[in-house]
């Protein structure tokens, strides 16, 4: 199973929608292996969004970032990197497809509701960014069987 970092960004808990992107979570079949509120700072953004640096949104979208606290969770499945990517949508709410949390709730290219990892090697660095050892929980989901047919399992 893969493991991947989503962010619940400033936007989704002003807007109060961090149940509903919760929901779509958990009622895709994916497993919460993580979940915690935290206030981000100018240090972990500097690494998070490295990538970015030099860009002139740089700032605005770190200011964004610590305007209040935000939700991470780790959440886990069969290709979990793709599937939460794709359940995201593009970057830019205005050009992601409706149906995706992006094209379903939001219209801003910043302002976009959800961070999720790119990539396999990024979800694995990102993880340990948000979250020590012992808040990675791995119990087995019940319905497991149910999720999966045998041979994916
Ligand atoms: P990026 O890593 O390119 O996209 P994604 O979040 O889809 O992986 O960009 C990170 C964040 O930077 C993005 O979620 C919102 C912000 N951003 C802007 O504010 N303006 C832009 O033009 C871009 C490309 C990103």
Do not use: W
């Not at 961090?18 to 979940?35: D, N, P, W």
């Not at 340990?128 to 319905?143: C, G, L, M, Q, V």
């Amino acid at each position: 199973m893969e493991k991947t970092l989503v962010l619940l960004k400033p936007c989704t808990l002003q807007r109060a929608l961090v149940g509903e992107i919760i929901t779509r979570f958990e009622r895709r079949g994916l497993r919460i292996a993580g979940i915690k509120m935290m206030q981000l700072t100018d240090e972990i953004l500097d690494e998070h969004y490295g990538h970015l640096k030099g860009k002139s949104f740089f700032q605005i979208l770190k200011d964004s970032m610590m305007s209040t606290p935000i939700i991470a969770l780790c959440i886990e499945g069969i290709e979990a990197v793709q599937t939460v990517r794709l359940m995201a949508g593009a970057t830019n709410g205005r050009y992601a497809n409706p149906g995706t949390i992006r094209g379903d709730y939001c219209v801003s290219n910043q302002q976009n509701i959800v961070h999720a990892s790119d990539s396999l090697e990024s979800a694995e660095v990102e993880i340990k960014r948000f979250f020590k050892p012992e808040e990675i929980f791995d119990y087995t989901p019940s319905n497991l069987a149910y999720m999966y047919a045998l041979d994916e399992l």
